[in-house]
């Protein structure tokens, strides 16, 4: 089952870009909920409750960091 769901959040987070991805993850979550479902039901399993709850850069990948860091600094100048 849990290559079921990381199969749902690949097809589904590829479809955006890491800004929208972060931003937009109430709809992603609906996106995979619904992905997964059916799936389960197959399984005689039911999906009580699904999260994105973070997002990490792989190995060779610092887009996740670069992007936290320039929030971090936009929230220090708006925020003072």
Known sequence: L???VR???RSVT???DVSTARAEKDLMEDEIKKAVIDNFSGW???LINFQLVDFYDTSDSKIIS???K???IET???WG
């Open 7 to 9: 199969a749902a959040v």
């Open 70 to 72: 320039r929030r971090e």
């Open 2 to 4: 849990s290559t079921v």
């Open 76 to 78: 220090r100048w708006v």
């Open 44 to 46: 005689g399993v039911s």
């Open 66 to 68: 670069n992007i936290s």
């Open 14 to 16: 590829v479809k955006y």
